[in-house]
């Protein structure tokens, strides 16, 4: 995986989240980050199905 905060591209697997989700560490800027990282989903507490839901609703509101 490549790393979104160096472009580095190969970053280590580095244990999990409380919540289950893959940690990454990026030797080369030594800093760890999920796949979920910079995406509307990074420190959600909302499940991804439920944004997603919501995502739907709001655009069949506007078309």
Known sequence: ?????????????HGKTSKGSQRY????CKQSFTD???TL???R????EKIQMVLQAH?????
């Not at 490549?2 to 697997?13: A, I, S, Y």
């Not at 507490?45 to 991804?48: H, I, K, L, S």
Request: aromatic share 16%; hydrophobic share 20%.
């Open 1 to 13: 995986m490549e790393c979104p905060l160096c472009g580095h591209q190969k970053t280590h697997k």
């Open 25 to 28: 560490y990026c030797p080369v």
């Open 59 to 63: 655009w069949k509101t506007r078309g």
């Open 41 to 43: 989903y990074y420190r």
């Open 45 to 48: 507490q909302v499940e991804p």
């Open 36 to 38: 979920t990282f910079d």
